[in-house]
């Protein structure tokens, strides 16, 4: 199976723009999934495919890919956004799901 | 709307088994793969398998083969997934999720369970 990897803590300044990214060679096969995750709630879809926003989602969030890396950019953070992150794809089989280990997302 | 709504927190001995059930409302069960996570306290998420409602059929990760097993009955929109042997390292808060359109959406609300002597 392939490994996601995230950075495990990220900051930006509120109304700043910040990328979160995750590297894995699924990525070279797969599109890439962002769930966001506060405390004590189950995890929600914020980006999936291409560049989807499922209905709800402000369109302040945005996914992209680059080679092995998957980015989700938050352009313009607001205090609502602070939260842990995890991207997520199929691995190399195509037959399992793999996680990154999450990002926990600070709004200054 | 579409919606998972899990069953309620265990506690559970070493050595016991655990069955968390998974009520589909707002779309039929069998048209959408189920799959299964679960997190462990402070931890990521962590992807357990994936059950074909229609067929039946299951694909687990390799950490919970042998010990887990994903069922469902159609007549009640209703997955399963039981896990046996348990250890202390495996309390966590369970989740089920459809997959559609190539992602996890909705979750369930999640099941803690909790296995201490």
């Known amino acids: 199976s392939s490994e996601l990897t995230q950075d495990p803590v990220v900051s930006v300044a509120l109304g700043q723009t910040v990328r979160i990214t995750c590297q894995g060679d699924?990525?070279?096969?797969?599109?890439a999934s962002w769930y966001q995750q506060k405390p004590g709630q189950a995890p929600v879809v914020v980006i999936y495919?291409?560049?989807n926003r499922p209905s709800g989602i402000p369109d302040r969030f945005s996914g992209s890919i680059s080679g092995n890396t998957a980015s989700l950019t938050i352009t313009g953070a607001q205090a609502e956004d602070e939260a842990d992150y995890y991207c997520?794809?199929?691995?190399?089989?195509?037959?399992?799901?793999?996680f990154g280990g999450g990002t926990k997302l600070t709004v200054l | 709307q579409v919606q998972l709504v899990q069953s309620g927190a265990e506690v559970k001995k070493p050595g016991a088994s655990m069955n968390i059930s998974c009520k589909a409302s707002?779309?039929?069960?069998?048209?959408?793969?189920m799959h299964w996570v679960r997190q462990a306290p402070g931890q990521g998420l962590e992807w357990m398998g994936w059950?074909?409602?229609?067929?039946?059929?299951?694909n687990y990760a390799q950490s919970f083969q042998g010990r887990v097993t994903m069922t469902r009955d159609t007549s009640i929109n209703t997955a399963y997934m039981e896990l046996t042997r348990l250890s202390s390292d495996d309390t966590a808060v369970y989740f089920c999720?459809?997959?559609?359109?190539?992602?996890?959406?909705?979750w369930g609300q999640g099941t803690l369970v909790i296995v201490s002597s």
């Open positions: 707002g779309y039929t069960l069998s048209a959408y793969y």
């Open positions: 997520n794809a199929r691995d190399s089989s195509g037959k399992h799901v793999v």
């Open positions: 699924s990525f070279r096969s797969y599109y």
């Open positions: 495919g291409k560049n």
């Open positions: 999720t459809r997959w559609a359109s190539g992602t996890l959406d909705p």
């Open positions: 059950l074909n409602p229609k067929s039946g059929d299951t």
